[in-house]
């Protein structure tokens, strides 16, 4: 087999380390990191959890104000529309939460996020005047 | 500064929740090795050196690589690990720096997706005047004179000669893979040694 010139053997080197630490077995590589802590390494996993607070907050603060820009459209429309958009059975299975959300106060905004049912209502309430503007 | 998210934002949170320190900490430093290896591989074809990247190159792109999974621009798929992915990003960023550097001397290179683990023996371009052919000689020199003495060492810079990897090395060497991968600590030690007692 024909012998390669010095930089591509230097550069098939370089490409078995890749190879051999693609493969590396995990537990090992956390073994050699607590017997010799990487400064870099904890310095990132430092900004990673920055970085990862910083995106669950902004997320947070765009689904509550999705959720409130869509009670103010809701709203305007009127409970009694709304209630013409559902059938009679799930108006009696939703009629415990309309009573929740005709009691909305802005006090209660900040709570919304939390209510996993009103945010469900909310969903089934949009979903029915999207399909009746259809 | 607000961060946008892109498509898959919702689909890694869902894998991210799952993670802890200690897998963060392993895809991090796996990560960070092969940063490592490919900026070494692509400095001897002139391009990466240091000064063409505005912070430290290795923080660099170790950074774009759990930023751009963690806010969900690039997909982390089902079939790799955390390091895996995050070695893809990596790679596909550096990769993008080269074609930068080369771009401006070579016609525009057609992109074609290579997946890393077809790349890891990227072909290098042929050394250009007796100077650099000289050069490369000389550190393979040193590479066999720290390695001199260790017969697995040697067959493996002999492989390396021919174009083996990984595998036909492993084969031609009678060990597994696994067992292979053991003499990647030994050759650094012995570089490592031998650039010191060179000082």
Redesign the interface.
Known sequence: MATLNAKQVLSNLYGLMMEMNYHRNDEEVLAELEQTPDTQIENHLLKIRQITAKLKAQQNKYRFEKAIEQIRVLKEKGIEELKRLINPIEQEQLIPLFRKFEELTSEDEAAILEDQELLHLLEILKNKIDDNQE | M??E?GKY?NANQRK?AALN??D???A???C???IK??L??RT?SGAHSASNLGSEP??HY??IA??KI??GKWEWKDEY?L??QM?RVANSYISKEVEKATSAKVEALQIIYKD??EE????????GDDS??KE??T??LA?ETAVAGDEELEF??EG????K??AD?AELLGIG??Q??KL?EKI?RRIQNQKSSSK
Do not use: C, N
Request: net charge positive; charged share 30%.
């Open positions: 607000i961060m998210v934002y991210i320190d200690a963060w900490k392993v991090l430093a796996k960070k090795a092969h290896w490919r070494k591989q001897l290795v923080d170790l950074g759990y930023e963690l806010d690990t390091s895996q070695i890393v683990e890891f023996y990227d072909l290098a371009a042929p050394p650099e052919v490369f000689e550190r393979i590479i493996m810079i390396l000669k021919e174009g990897k990984r090395i893979v696994r292979f991968d990647r650094m």
